[in-house]
């Protein structure tokens, strides 16, 4: 709320290469000059913006609110030959930069050059237009004009100039226009893109109702499939029953219930495993909660939000972590639990942390404005250290103490019983290749608006519709782990739990090969910088969905396995 000649702040972010978004530096690391204003409150920034690299500095230009400015220089540049060839480079790389009026974030381009590429133009004359509702700022627009060649040993005079309009525009909207209607092609508030796009607003919708048909498919296909065999397993079982024990023994005895006395037996690298299925279960958490305060609450109008709620919502749902994953190690006979904890605590932040800092040596070289501040190394290890560890610990205590005590429906063989040989395509590696693919086709089309959102310049708002796609996942993949694992177990083959997790966690193998496929065919990112930062991030985002979906999968065919054996009478 702004008071008439009241200050308004021009802050300027970054400035970067247009395709490379994340390749960002100050905005003042070029030659650009300053306002003669200096008095200024000092900005504080959070925790999400100092890990998104923003750099806010003061302008200098003296804006007060309906107070109109006409063209007005506020300050010159003395172009020698650096400075030139500064802009230069820019311009060739066709650099932007950002900036920020009430929160609101406005683009410019440095310069443009003529068709030849041989002369190039700088900008000079920054034309603002900023709306006004009531005592609010409702919008800004800027226009770049004055452009002048760049020529060294010269003088080149920045101005600005401010006008006040009257808008329509409600203050709680006002971050509509940056939402781009045909990007998701079903939030249409313009007449003229109803007309235009008519035909291409059922994309979007026809990706998610493809995917949901898919699923009441698959579940259909999985429960009839299942129930029939099920169900002839079952009677073949309870025949064999009333056989005397010759019968029996010159019967042909086969299938999932042979391995009743090793099914439940300890996986192997349970410490490991344990921990994985327990982060597994804190990112699902996490995923849901993140999701749902976005759909409440429009994060993407303030800067950092989104990954601000994201550490803090991982930091609370630590106990989640440690319960599952502690009460499953405890299930399995592990002693070691504090080895555990730790790792199950740091095996997530280890693995995000050490891509980062990787990044951040090669953000320092480049002097981006990406390179993680000191201070905020130290902040997130504070949180690791006082905030994850000792929820971990309680979420361990809790789970080793109320679902920690085995409780399997068939006892345990002391000596495992040798798995037979069985056709290629039932081997444990060719399933979980393939278990991955139709997890992977349910969530394809969503990748690539969350892709394009994170990587390009489009706001993503529809997180009704990432909601939806999440849930679509969790079932498709449960459906397919299930699937698997009753072939394996039918195969006589025990060891379920670890395909089970890598046959669901296998998604991320297929989204990351589609990651490839964005990068060299959907965009036109270059450089060392912005190589390293896609393929090291999109590394850290698909293992993280691997293992979510790892865990989902474990823990939905967990349920089935131990139903099918509870329903056997085992002698």
């Known amino acids: 709320v702004f008071s008439d000649k009241e200050e308004v702040v021009l802050w300027m972010n970054t400035v970067g290469p247009y395709h490379n978004r994340q390749e960002t530096y100050k905005y003042f690391s070029l030659p650009f000059c300053v306002g003669t204003k200096k008095t200024i409150s000092h900005y504080h920034e959070t925790l999400g913006e100092a890990l998104q690299g923003v750099e806010l500095e003061f302008s200098g230009l003296d ?19 650096a400075k030139r060839d500064a802009f230069v480079y820019a311009i060739r790389n066709h650099y932007w930069y950002q900036m920020y009026i009430d929160d609101l974030p406005i683009w410019g381009i440095v310069g443009e050059a003529d068709e030849n590429g041989e002369d190039h133009y700088l900008w000079t004359y920054k034309k603002l237009e900023i709306g006004f509702n009531g005592n609010r700022i409702v919008d800004v627009n800027l226009t770049s004009e004055g452009k002048v060649k760049l020529v060294p040993n010269t003088r080149i005079a920045m101005s600005y100039s401010v006008k006040w309009k009257k ?156 319960y599952f994953g502690g009460s499953l190690y405890a299930k399995q006979g592990g002693r070691r639990w504090i080895k555990q904890m730790f790792i199950g605590a740091f095996l997530i932040p280890a693995m995000v942390c050490g891509t980062a800092f990787f990044i951040n040596f090669i953000a320092m070289y480049y002097h981006a404005s990406r390179a993680i501040p000191f201070g905020t190394m130290v902040a997130v290890c504070c949180i690791c250290l006082f905030v994850i560890l000792p929820l971990n610990l309680v979420g361990t205590i809790l789970g080793r ?34 278990g991955g693919i139709l997890p992977f086709g349910s969530i394809f089309i969503e990748m690539y608006f969350i892709f394009t959102s994170f990587w390009a310049y489009k706001i993503y708002y529809v997180y009704g519709f990432m909601m ?3 849930v679509i996942l969790c079932i498709v993949t449960v459906c397919v782990t299930i699937v698997c694992t009753y072939f394996l177990l039918n195969a006589e083959d025990y060891r379920w739990q670890w395909t089970s997790f890598l046959s669901a966690a296998s998604t991320a193998v297929y989204v990351y090969m589609y990651s490839f496929y964005y990068y060299f065919f959907k965009t036109k990112m270059y450089g060392l910088f912005q190589t390293s930062f896609y393929f090291g991030y999109m590394a850290v985002f698909s293992t993280s969905l691997g293992i979510m979906c790892g865990a989902v999968g474990y823990v939905g065919t967990s349920a089935f396995v131990r139903k099918i054996y509870t329903n056997v009478k085992i002698d």
């Open 468 to 470: 939806l796609v999440l």
């Open 401 to 434: 103490n109320l679902s920690g005590q085995p409780n399997f429906p068939c006892r345990v063989n002391a000596v495992p019983r040798p798995i037979p040989e069985k056709k290629w395509f039932m081997e444990p590696a060719v399933i979980v290749c393939l």
């Open 167 to 322: 808008s329509d525009v409600k203050f709680e909207d006002r971050f509509d226009k940056y939402l781009d209607p045909s990007f998701f092609q079903h939030r249409v508030t313009n007449n003229l893109f109803k007309h235009l796009s008519w035909i291409s607003q059922c994309i979007h919708w026809f990706s998610i109702f493809n995917s949901f048909m898919m699923v009441i498919f698959l579940v259909g296909l999985v429960s009839m499939i299942l129930m029939r065999t099920l169900r002839k397993d079952y009677a073949r079982y309870s025949k064999e029953e009333e056989m005397d024990d010759m019968d029996r023994d010159l019967g042909d005895e086969y299938g999932w219930k042979q391995v009743h006395g090793d099914v439940f037996r300890p996986s192997s690298h349970p410490m490991i495993f344990s921990s994985l299925i327990g982060s597994g279960c804190q990112i699902f958490s996490v995923s849901f909660i993140v999701i749902i305060v976005a759909m409440i609450e429009d994060l993407y109008t303030e800067r950092g939000s989104m990954l601000s709620t994201a550490i803090f919502v991982y930091a609370a749902t630590s106990p989640v972590n440690g």
């Open 63 to 81: 804006i007060k609110f309906k107070d109109e400015v006409m063209q007005t220089t506020y300050c010159e540049i003395e172009l020698d030959k």
